[in-house]
């Protein structure tokens, strides 16, 4: 794996998840790469508002 990808565990409550994950399936996605277009749309969105978010990766 890369060494870009960082691994995370979430903990949620099992019911949010499974309509999280009927909605990924609808969208044709794994409900990580719907978690992923989500932050990816909060970024862009609190960026527009407040700048750009220095890179903390390292």
Same mark, same amino acid.
């Given at each position: 794996?890369?060494?870009?990808? +960082? %691994?995370?565990? +979430? !903990? =949620?409550? !099992? $019911? +949010?998840? /499974? $309509?999280? !994950?009927?909605? &990924?399936?609808?969208? /044709? !996605?794994? &409900?990580?790469?719907?978690? #992923?277009?989500?932050?990816?749309? %909060? =970024? &862009?969105?609190? #960026?527009?508002?407040? /700048? #750009?978010?220095?890179?903390?990766?390292?």
């Amino acid at each position: 794996m890369s060494d870009i990808i +960082l %691994r995370y565990t +979430l !903990r =949620v409550n !099992r $019911k +949010l998840f /499974g $309509k999280f !994950r009927y909605i &990924a399936e609808y969208n /044709g !996605r794994s &409900a990580n790469k719907e978690i #992923e277009q989500f932050m990816k749309r %909060r =970024v &862009a969105e609190f #960026e527009k508002q407040h /700048g #750009e978010i220095p890179d903390s990766s390292t």
